[in-house]
């Protein structure tokens, strides 16, 4: 029993289905079969192997590269042969691997069992047609059931209904503790909290999180969602005015107990933090999995999870209208995660030609295109674009002529605006900054969008000339939406969006004094100095304590920081995401410093490091006096300390565009 071999090339035209019929390469008059539409497949042998390839195609060479079969190839409806001899062992391994005799035909010439296989691939139409029928009469089953299920879960709902709702059960409570989570006051910015329920969505009935700060002056809606995590339905969605939040535990109920639902539960919190917006969540109290820790957008994590409560309840238990709810979110599956959604021809339509000579606007085989002549400004705003489920806008152009300089913005801001000029915007709308466009190129920009958006939007479009000499064309080459529920997708998303520079400050860094935890010297040539840094002053932040380790590993330093109790909280974001048993924890090498430094989103966690490294010298220095080690073995401190210091902040990367 010898199992056929094909090339790896033609391996999926022969496994895709499609009706064909295997014949012996040297039974004659085989192109009779080519105006039949089967795929014809040639069987030979060659040094005691059965091989299989297309009709038509190039003969197998002594050392081509054969691939074995498993199974029969599918929609095979006959095996031609001249004499029962040639195919014998093929037929015994398709009777072995498929457990049904081979269709074999036996006939001298391929015209003389012309009749033959049209009464088999007869037998395979009836054969499939009957299967199509019963899998119609199967759907339409199916559909009756389903109905009937509708009627009688009404049926029983309005009956239920006219009772109380039944006491929930408390199926998970996450005490909050002193520790927090969320948004400074002044972050620039949206707050996203994504938390793994650690259930699944069956039988949840409501949901509770603790505030553990809020200031006076916030404002604006803050959503939260419970979605599936295999999937990405929206299994619970919530929209909460902030002006009516206060610290302590915020509860909101569903408006019946989930059905069984076996995916796993993840709730998402988002709000715009812009100004002068301040809230915070508590965290609870003990280390958790990184699977189990609440992660930020940028996809770094807390170490802990939210201080949360779930309810449950049996299926019909209870029947509320629920406050806060989004009748229109729940329920629904949103857009594929960072699949961009193009705006429809039919918002395109809608378009306003504010200034400027813009065409093709709302013509599905064109994109919109504007005309520049010298010195001007050119506007278009479209009034109503559907919005809803995504978390970012993108724009991508190409530019055509001269034009020099030629900038380039949008804003998205709700809809009810009035637009009365770019001096105008109001300040709810969300500005992408200006953006240079190169002669003779292409080019695109990435923004976020804000919470407070809802539903629908408007998009205002400027494209700027100070050229006097300009002659150039500009089409809209792309205006998508894209939805992203996974942190780390977003931040790599957001990588496109400009950036602002870090604030170049000429404040003199200084410290007021200096304590030496521990000096430890370990194996193999490791030791270190745990140092706490009191009154630290640089880049226009002051921090009362700083705490790190200078490491020595050999002739190798680093620094280390870390996230437990004990060592002061000085980080706006946490930038690492290492941990060990004692919990979150960042070792930074000499050449990981440029990467470290480019990758701090935040101007105060980036004044921090260049404060530290202005410093570190002369921090070391006094460390060594505090430590008492003998002078031969300063030297190799104070050279760690200029190695991991040498870097510049001049050298930092500029904004990613």
């Known amino acids: 029993m010898t199992a056929p071999r094909i090339r790896a090339a033609e391996m999926a035209a022969l496994l895709s289905g499609r009706p064909s019929v295997v014949v012996s390469a040297t039974m004659p008059g085989i192109e009779a079969l080519r105006p039949s539409g089967l795929a014809v497949w040639l069987l030979s042998r060659r040094e005691g192997r059965v091989i299989l390839q297309a009709e ?7 050392g081509a590269k054969l691939v074995e079969l498993n199974l029969p190839p599918p929609g095979t409806v006959a095996l031609l042969a001249a004499t029962e001899e040639e195919v014998t062992d093929l037929a015994a391994w398709w009777l072995a691997k498929s457990g049904q005799p081979a269709p074999l035909v036996l006939a001298e010439d391929v015209a003389l069992a012309l009749p033959a296989l049209l009464g088999m691939v007869t037998a395979e139409m009836t054969m499939v047609h009957t299967r199509c029928v019963g899998l119609e009469r199967s759907l339409a089953q199916t559909r009756i059931d389903y109905e009937e299920t509708r009627i009688v879960i009404a049926s029983v709902s309005r009956t239920l209904g006219h009772r109380p709702p039944a006491p929930l059960t408390l199926a998970l409570s996450l005490e909050p503790s002193a520790d927090q989570v969320g948004a400074a006051e ?12 650690g259930r699944k969505l069956e039988g949840l009935a409501a949901f509770a999180v603790h505030v553990g700060a809020i200031s006076a002056a916030t404002s604006g809606p803050l959503r939260l969602r419970i979605h599936g995590e295999e999937s990405g339905r929206i299994a619970a969605s919530w929209t909460v005015p902030m002006e009516l939040l206060h610290e302590g535990w915020l509860v909101l109920d569903l408006p019946s107990p989930l059905g069984p639902d076996r995916e796993t539960a993840v709730l998402e919190i988002a709000a715009d933090v812009a100004g002068p917006h301040s809230i915070a969540f508590s965290l609870e109290r003990n280390w958790v999995p990184a699977a189990a820790a609440c992660t930020f957008a940028d996809g770094s994590e807390t170490g802990r999870a939210l201080a949360l409560r779930l309810w449950t309840a049996r299926i019909g238990d209870r029947f509320v209208v629920p406050p806060h709810w989004n009748w229109n979110e729940a329920g629904s599956a949103l857009p594929l995660d960072g699949v961009p959604q193009a705006v429809s021809p039919a918002e395109w339509q809608t378009a306003r030609i504010a200034a400027g000579e813009w065409s093709g606007l709302g013509e599905p085989d064109t994109n919109p295109r504007l005309r520049l002549s010298g010195t001007a400004t050119a506007v278009l705003v ?6 809803a489920g995504t978390d970012l806008l993108r724009l991508g152009w190409a530019m055509s002529g001269f034009a020099q300089p030629l900038s380039i913005a949008a804003w998205v801001l709700p809809p009810g605006y009035g637009f009365e000029g770019l001096e105008a915007m109001p300040p709810e709308a969300s500005f992408s900054r200006w953006r240079q466009v190169d002669a003779d190129s292409a080019g695109s920009l990435t923004m976020t969008l804000p919470v407070s958006l809802g539903l629908r939007a408007q998009i205002v479009l400027a494209v700027e000339s100070l050229d006097p000499a300009a002659e150039a064309s500009i089409e809209i080459t792309e205006l998508s939406l894209l939805p992203t529920r996974d942190p780390a997708e977003l931040r790599r998303l957001r990588a496109a969006a400009p950036r602002p520079p870090v604030p170049v400050t000429h404040a003199v860094a200084q ?9 430890l010297v370990g194996g193999r040539g490791y030791q270190h100095l745990d140092l706490l840094v009191h009154g630290v002053e640089g880049g226009g932040y002051m921090w009362p304590q700083l705490r790190f380790k200078l490491a020595l590993n050999g002739d190798r330093p680093h620094l280390e920081f870390r996230r437990v109790k004990g060592w002061p909280e000085v980080f706006v974001r946490w930038p690492g995401s290492d941990s060990d048993k004692f919990g979150p924890v960042m070792l930074i090498r000499p050449d990981e ?3 470290l430094r480019r990758d701090l989103a935040h101007d105060q966690d980036a004044a921090l490091m260049d404060t530290l490294l202005e410093l570190l010298e002369v921090i070391v220095a006094q460390a060594t006096q505090l430590a008492a080690l003998a002078e031969d073995d300063q030297p190799r401190w104070l050279a760690a300390a200029r190695d991991l210091s040498s870097w510049s902040p001049t050298e930092t990367p500029g904004s990613l565009d």
């Open 382 to 387: 479209l009034p109503q674009v559907t919005m």
């Open 186 to 197: 002044g972050e620039d910015g949206h707050l996203f909290l994504r938390q793994p329920l």
């Open 56 to 62: 038509g195609s190039p003969a197998v060479g002594d």
């Open 511 to 519: 410290f007021e004094r200096l304590e030496l935890h521990q000096h």
């Open 593 to 595: 410093m440029p990467h």
